[in-house]
């Protein structure tokens, strides 16, 4: 079982995250060298698509939300945490 976070864009998300960009990558690079995030991303468009993450625990998911600059300053309008069942196809 993994964690997905998905995130829905404020109205500006093409500008309003350059000011908390360093911050948000420096919780991004904490949570991934932790072995908590496994993969990050916006999809093609992220002003109407939004991004998500994956994360190993919901816990690990939660808190790197409650502190996330992006969640915090309004960069994210919304985010959902979902129960993941990854399925390896080779």
């Known amino acids: 079982m993994k964690y997905v976070v998905?995130?829905?864009?404020a109205p500006d998300v093409a500008t309003n995250p350059a000011p908390?960009?360093?911050a948000h990558r420096a919780?991004?690079?904490?949570?991934a060298a932790r072995g908590e995030l496994l993969a990050v991303g916006t999809f093609a468009d992220p002003q109407t698509q939004g991004s998500m993450s994956v994360f190993?625990?919901?816990e690990a998911a939660q808190e790197f939300v409650d502190g996330d600059?992006?969640?915090l300053d309004g960069v994210v309008a919304s985010?959902?945490?979902?129960?993941?069942?990854?399925?390896?196809m080779g």
């Not at 998905?6 to 864009?9: H, I, K, P, Q, R």
């Open 27 to 31: 919780r991004v690079d904490e949570f």
């Open 6 to 9: 998905l995130y829905e864009s």
């Open 79 to 88: 985010y959902e945490i979902r129960e993941w069942n990854e399925v390896l």
């Open 69 to 71: 600059p992006f969640v």
């Open 56 to 58: 190993r625990t919901r």
């Open 20 to 22: 908390r960009f360093a």
